[in-house]
């Protein structure tokens, strides 16, 4: 075997190799974002991208207006609080709270709460909202009426409804609600949230790397979280010190 012709084997060879072996697949990661899978799979972006053209929007006023109730201005120092009375993290959760994103079920919520040591509080978390397409829904309507319409479908509507009728404050402004969202995007869901089994996970990669079952790989990621919150309200109870 002349010299010539055993070095094109050893040349050749790691490319037969690759070929048998085919092509990688995709492997997702518990931290990658749903959002980013599902626009691979061929789905169009959620509607709440933040409009960063405008200034002053950044993910730290976004998170100032969330957990304080402030945010650095563009021009230096800080806005007015929004509410005098409330803010963001008084109603709703900025970690994910319950254990199953698929279900309703106030008692695992409870005890999800409980064991991972966080409030059980009245409002769903922020964790994961640009994730879901519905709000305001179930027995809002009997509180807050026509208001809740445009909220229903629209996140930036439902966060100015929060602003002005939950936490009886002003209303964002623009930068400002760009700014929630923006910040809100990092606290969305994640691949590892959805509980999927090994096989299941198998079955989005596999869309992933070769463009077949996608639209069933879509349904399977949505099937793992809802898509609104109900709310349901209840009567006080007739003694408020036995409860």
């Given at each position: 075997?002349?010299?010539?012709?055993?070095?094109a084997i050893l040349i050749l060879l790691p490319f037969t190799i690759w070929l048998l072996a085919g092509t990688p697949g995709v492997q997702l990661e518990e931290t990658t974002s749903v959002e980013t899978v599902l626009q691979q799979l061929g789905e169009q972006p959620m509607p709440y991208q933040p409009d960063t053209t405008l200034e002053g929007v950044s993910v730290e006023a976004g998170r100032g207006i969330v957990l304080t109730g402030f945010a650095p201005k563009p021009g230096g120092g800080k806005t007015g609080k929004q509410s005098k009375h409330y803010v963001c993290t008084a109603c709703h959760n900025v970690q994910r709270d319950e254990y199953d994103l698929s279900v309703a079920d106030p008692q695992a919520r409870l005890e999800y709460a409980r064991d991972n040591g966080l409030p059980f509080l009245q409002g769903t978390a922020l964790y994961g909202a640009v994730n879901r397409s519905s709000f305001y829904n179930g027995d809002y309507e009997e509180k807050y009426g026509?208001?809740?319409k445009?909220?229903?479908?629209?996140?930036?509507a439902a966060i100015q409804l929060c602003a002005t009728e939950c936490s009886q404050g002003r209303a964002l402004e623009p930068w400002e609600l760009e700014s929630v969202l923006a910040y809100l995007w990092t606290i969305d869901l994640k691949i590892?949230?959805?509980?999927?089994?090994?096989e299941e996970l198998a079955q989005i990669e596999e869309a992933l790397s070769t463009g077949k079952g996608e639209q069933e790989a879509v349904a399977l990621i949505r099937s793992k979280y809802l898509s609104g919150s109900p709310a349901t309200f209840v009567a006080p109870p007739e003694d408020r010190k036995a409860g």
């Open positions: 075997m002349s010299a010539w012709f055993t070095k026509d208001l809740v445009p909220a229903r479908n629209s996140l930036r590892g949230d959805l509980l999927l089994q090994k």
